[in-house]
């Protein structure tokens, strides 16, 4: 079973920056996409960036492009979301998601949260103005 554990929120003036943490557990991670998306309360999940585990390929919303980094690290089976120069329209909740594509690829077009298996917890960033 596989198991994400969101940490690294919290509360962040705009223009300042933090780092997003998962840590993944429950398989070998070589064949899945993982993946970052938010929700604001009433809205719609919102797809914020994603990484080919195996390749390191990357993928980012408009919204967060050269501000926002994904990256993993491999030994420690962690995904990681870097945010800098953050904006008031930032904040939501941050869910960590994996997708287990069953082979070994570079594709990392998985923007809809309906293409990933499994999901974290969530964790709470809010930058205030």
């Known amino acids: 079973q596989v198991q994400l554990v969101e940490s690294g929120g919290g509360l962040v003036q705009a223009g300042g920056s933090l780092r997003l943490s998962c840590a993944a557990s429950g398989r070998t991670f070589s064949m899945y996409v993982m993946g970052w998306f938010r929700q604001v309360s009433g809205k719609e999940r919102e797809f914020v960036a994603a990484i080919n585990w195996s390749y390191g390929i990357t993928n980012y919303a408009d919204s967060v492009k050269g501000r926002f980094t994904i990256s993993r690290d491999n030994g420690k089976n962690t995904l990681y979301l870097q945010m800098n120069n953050l904006k008031p329209e930032d904040t939501a909740v941050y869910y960590c998601?994996?997708?287990?594509?069953?082979?070994?690829?570079?594709?990392?077009?998985?923007?809809?949260?309906?293409?990933?298996?499994?999901w974290g917890q969530g964790t709470q960033v809010t930058v205030s103005s």
């Open positions: 998601a994996a997708d287990n594509m069953g082979y070994s690829g570079t594709y990392v077009g998985n923007t809809n949260p309906e293409d990933y298996d499994y």
